[in-house]
């Protein structure tokens, strides 16, 4: 198999594992926010009916929130890199002086000499798309091609949102007893966050078991900071 093709398809390689980020803060936030939530509220209400009903409205107003923040938020960057772009191809043709100066700082600060620098700066004036191209990757850290689907990375991010809340609530859709429903909601959120741990290892290439175990502590001590806040609201 050629070397380039196999590398071009590992996992971390591919657009698909760019979306960890959304899947990992998606999940964590569905599931912490939940648990937290329902563990105050259960702390508070006896019937367990009325804490699902809660939950479920929690979790469908979270989904909907991360979904429209999300788009947003992806929308402003990319018209915020658009607009840095453009940004640098008016400064290209109004002021290219200013552009070899700035090769040259940058450069210097990597420790090239100025006989080192100035055949690169000779080959990228020849070219101007070949000049916007290095400016906007070492000045902005992106690729002249940036774009990032708001639609895609929005539903990517409610959708794991929505995976993350329900686990919290599946014991009070079978058992009345609060207290047992709080047990089982908590050890299924613990569950929930070892698996996704190890799903984060794999797509990252990290340790298996520290990554469920950072998920945990981190989700825990959030679930247990809602936990907290809620039942200080409910003697309130």
Not at 149 to 160: E, N, Q, R, V
Request: hydrophobic fraction near 45%.
């Amino acid at each position: 198999m050629d070397p380039l093709k196999r590398f071009h398809n590992e996992d971390w390689h591919t657009p698909e594992g760019k979306l960890i980020r959304e899947f990992v803060f998606g999940i964590n936030d569905g599931l912490v926010s939940t648990v937290g939530f329902v563990a105050g509220v259960t702390g508070a209400l006896v019937n367990t009916k009325i804490v699902l009903m809660s939950g479920m409205a929690e979790i469908v107003a979270g989904t909907i929130s991360m979904f429209f923040g999300a788009y947003l938020a992806t929308k402003s960057q990319n018209e915020f890199y658009q607009k840095e772009i453009k940004r640098e191809k008016r400064e290209i043709t109004e002021n290219p002086n200013q552009e070899i100066e700035e090769i040259y700082e940058l450069y210097q600060d990597k420790g090239f000499t100025k006989e080192e620098i100035d055949p690169i700066v000779k080959r990228l004036m020849a070219d101007k798309k070949v000049l916007l191209n290095f400016m906007v990757q070492d000045e902005l850290g992106i690729s002249l091609e940036y774009y990032e689907k708001p639609l895609k990375i929005a539903s990517y991010t409610g959708l794991s949102f929505l995976a993350g809340g329900i686990p919290p609530l599946i014991p009070y859709f079978f058992i009345k007893n609060s207290l047992i429903a709080i047990i089982i909601s908590v050890m299924l959120s613990v569950l929930v966050l070892i698996f996704t741990g190890i799903a984060k290892a794999k797509v990252t290439k990290t340790d298996g078991l520290r990554s469920s175990a950072e998920m945990v502590l981190i989700g825990g001590a959030a679930a247990a900071a809602g936990f907290i806040c809620g039942r200080l609201i409910s003697l309130i």
